[in-house]
């Protein structure tokens, strides 16, 4: 077996527990009805906006499901409202999709940001490996020599290493997950749903905001 079918198979595997364990989460609900996850310490966030953060993961399917929800929403939010992904690295078999998205945006190629999730869990298509990746995206028109470099990029390695540092600093243990001022966090699990998701982060920004 090569190294690429184990990185498959691991990868594979990862998907499921994450899946698995978000499934789970949802099915429990939020300790004592809360709605939110309050963090201590609170986190620094970009001076003068009201910061949000996207813990998501390529290969989770409640991601994908999310998805189109939060783009809806983001169109919506007030200009002093920065929304900011994060791809999220459960093991070392999940670091390409983490690269596949920094070298996406680097190359302002987020066109194709939801198309990877219609890729993988709607044409289930495996787009894991950086082989897999590189060929889904040349398909999709990017220059193959020009996505490798970027790929492989310092740049794009150092963000991979910042949204690690993140998923520690914010306690991250499951996708998808929202952080809001660097003070909460809100997922499925706390809100019992996507859409619910998606509102509690809503009125927790409107909080925050209230109170500048």
Not at 89 to 107: K, T
């Amino acid at each position: 077996m090569g190294f690429s079918q184990i990185s498959r198979i691991w990868m594979v595997l990862a998907a499921c527990v994450l899946t698995l364990f978000s499934a789970t989460l949802l099915a429990q609900g939020a300790p004592g009805g809360k709605k939110y996850m309050e963090l201590s310490p609170a986190q620094p966030t970009e001076p003068g906006k009201v910061e949000a953060l996207e813990f998501f993961a390529y290969s989770c399917t409640h991601c994908a499901v999310l998805e189109p929800l939060l783009e809806k929403w983001i169109k919506g939010l007030p200009a002093d409202v920065v929304v900011k992904r994060v791809p999220v690295a459960f093991n070392a078999s999940m670091r390409p999709l983490q690269q596949l998205y920094y070298s996406l945006e680097a190359m302002d190629r987020m066109d194709l940001h939801a198309k990877v999730f219609q890729a993988i869990h709607e044409e289930k298509k495996r787009v894991f490996t950086k082989p897999d990746i590189v060929a889904w995206v040349t398909a999709q028109g990017v220059d193959r020599a020009k996505f490798e470099a970027v790929f492989d990029s310092f740049g794009v390695n150092s963000k991979t290493s910042r949204a690690d540092q993140l998923v520690n600093a914010y306690k991250i243990q499951g996708t998808p997950s929202i952080a809001v001022a660097g003070r909460y966090v809100v997922s499925p699990s706390e809100a019992g749903g996507y859409q619910e998701t998606i509102d509690q982060a809503d009125a927790l920004i409107r909080q925050v905001r209230a109170a500048k």
